[in-house]
C-alpha cells in the first residue's frame, strides 16, 4: 500500500451538482495529479499540482478546477456535474523527478 | 502526440509458465516508461521503470520489462506466472516533462490459470 489517501470512496451524485475529492499525498511528496479512469478504459491525466501551483493539465474543461495545500494535500472540483463524470478519480503523488504513487480511488457516479 | 498501445485486451497463462504482456508507445525525445497493476476496486500499484540505462529494468513481485528502442516496445516479462498475478496490467509513458503528465495505455488483463 501507498502512502496516499483518497476520500470518500464512493459518491453518488445527480446531473448538475458540484463534488470535490480529496487526496492526501505520501510523506515527503511534493507533487499530485489526479486521473479519471472510466469504466474499461487507461487513467486519463487531468491536471498536476507541483507546490501548490498548476503545472499542467489534460484535455478536460475548465469546470474540472483543483487546488493544493501548503502541505501539499490536494481537492479535486468538478461543478455541473454530467453522465459521462462517472468514473473511478485516482489521485497520485510523487517528489520531484520520481514516478508517482496512485491512491486507492473514489468512485464518483453521476445519475 | 504520446500514446501507448496495449494490442492485447486478456492474455491467460498457466501457472509457472512465463508470461508477456505488450506495450509499444510513441513519445517526443527520450521515453520515460512506467508498468503498473490494478486489483479490483484498487488504485494503480507501481512495478517498475525505464529511465535510462540498461535495456532490461527489474521491478516489483519478479517482474521485469525489455526496452527496446529501435521497436518502440516495453514489455513487460515474468518467467514463472502465478495465480496471484492475474490482475489488468497497465503500461504509461512520459515524455520530454518525463514525470508530469503520464499517457497510459487501455490496459491488459492477465489471467493465470492453476
Known amino acids: 500500500e501507498t502512502g496516499v489517501t483518497q476520500s470518500p470512496t464512493h459518491l453518488i451524485k445527480t446531473r448538475g451538482q458540484q463534488v470535490t475529492l480529496r487526496c492526501s499525498s505520501q510523506s515527503g511528496h511534493n507533487t499530485v495529479s489526479w486521473y479519471q479512469q472510466a469504466l474499461g478504459q487507461g487513467p486519463q491525466f487531468i491536471f498536476q499540482?507541483?507546490?501548490?501551483?498548476?503545472?499542467g493539465r489534460g484535455n478536460f474543461p475548465p469546470r474540472f478546477s483543483g487546488l493544493q495545500f501548503p502541505n501539499y494535500s490536494s481537492e479535486l472540483n468538478v461543478n455541473a456535474l454530467e453522465l459521462d463524470d462517472s468514473a473511478l478519480y485516482l489521485c497520485?503523488?510523487?517528489?520531484?523527478?520520481?514516478?508517482?504513487?496512485f491512491g486507492p480511488g473514489t468512485r464518483l457516479t453521476v445519475l | 502526440a504520446q500514446s501507448v498501445a496495449q494490442p492485447e485486451d486478456q492474455v491467460n497463462v498457466a501457472e509457472g509458465n512465463p508470461l508477456t504482456v505488450k506495450c509499444t508507445y510513441s513519445v517526443s525525445g527520450n521515453p520515460y516508461l512506467f508498468w503498473y497493476v490494478q486489483y479490483p476496486n484498487r488504485g494503480l500499484q507501481f512495478l517498475l521503470k525505464?529511465?535510462?540505462?540498461?535495456?532490461l529494468v527489474k521491478g516489483s513481485y519478479g517482474f521485469e520489462a525489455e526496452f527496446n528502442k529501435s521497436q518502440t516496445s516495453f514489455h513487460l516479462k515474468k518467467p514463472s506466472a502465478l495465480v496471484s498475478d492475474s490482475a489488468l496490467y497497465f503500461c504509461a509513458a512520459g515524455g520530454n516533462t518525463g514525470f508530469q503528465k503520464l499517457v497510459f495505455g487501455t490496459g491488459t488483463r492477465l489471467l493465470v490459470s492453476p
Open positions: 497520485a503523488s510523487s517528489s520531484t523527478y520520481n514516478e508517482q504513487f
Open positions: 499540482y507541483y507546490r501548490e501551483e498548476e503545472n
Open positions: 525505464y529511465i535510462t540505462g540498461d535495456n
